[in-house]
């Protein structure tokens, strides 16, 4: 089986400042982690992937995440947050079997001008 | 088209209607995934086809729940005889082939509202 924590519901941040998003997770395999993001009333958006190769990961509009085996972690970071970046943002698990999405609970972004 | 389509974008109905929802993959795309979001949470699987083949279907709800892709593209996610906890956004992806590390692309959804 395999399961996402975000361990943040909400996060606020001032434009400018850094965005740290948590995210572990669970899997009985090796797993391939995604963040997507949602802005309101729309689809989701892939911002990046890891899949097994490098452990950092860069993504689209500045993001980047680090994939540690050891933590079980796959936190999302932004070294400058703007306006446009908030949003829900959700920490993705994939196993080989079944190819189902398992979704964290989301984190909510707010950014203050 | 480029992404994912579906209609309607907004579908009400009354308690015991049915309805159904449509999903447009990209085209070339061999999977396709049925994704429930209920207010507040994140997205759950509902199911899944490679082609018209419906590989997984453990995530739907009840039996009143049913998806089909006759033709292995364009998939129908049915609901007879709704019910309010039906209310959701139905979420419809599509990927090049399902493998595990390969993204998702989602449609924009459509919301459900069961009066």
């Known amino acids: 089986a395999q399961s996402v924590t975000q361990l943040d519901s909400h996060v606020s941040v001032s434009e400018g400042t850094p965005v740290l998003l948590r995210c572990n997770y669970s899997?009985?395999?090796?797993?391939?982690l995604f963040w997507y993001v949602q802005h309101p009333n729309k689809g989701l958006q892939l911002l990046l992937k890891?899949?097994?190769?490098?452990?950092l990961v860069k993504g689209i509009n500045g993001f980047e995440a680090e994939f540690k085996k050891s933590e079980t972690s796959f936190h999302l970071t932004k070294p400058s947050a703007h306006m446009s970046d908030a949003a829900e943002y959700f920490c993705?698990?994939?196993?080989?079997?079944?190819?189902?999405?398992?979704f964290g609970g989301g984190t909510r972004v707010l950014v203050k001008p | 088209g480029a992404g994912v389509s579906q209609s309607p974008r907004y579908k009400v109905a009354k308690r015991g209607q049915d309805v159904a929802l449509r999903c447009d993959p990209i085209?070339?795309?061999?999977?396709l995934f049925w994704y429930q979001q209920a207010l507040g949470q994140g997205p759950e699987f509902l199911t899944y086809?490679?082609?018209?083949?419906?590989?997984?279907k453990s995530g739907l709800p009840s039996d009143r729940f049913f998806a089909e892709r006759p033709e292995g593209s364009v998939s129908t996610l049915k609901i007879q005889r709704t019910q309010q906890e039906d209310s959701a956004v139905y979420l419809c992806?599509?990927?090049?082939?399902?493998?595990?590390?390969?993204?998702?692309?989602f449609g924009d959804g459509t919301r459900l509202s069961i009066l």
């Open positions: 992806a599509s990927s090049l082939q399902g493998y595990s590390n390969q993204p998702q692309h």
């Open positions: 899997s009985s395999y090796s797993p391939s």
């Open positions: 890891y899949t097994s190769a490098a452990t």
């Open positions: 993705v698990v994939s196993v080989a079997a079944g190819n189902k999405l398992t």
């Open positions: 085209s070339g795309h061999v999977s």
């Open positions: 086809f490679q082609n018209e083949a419906q590989l997984d």
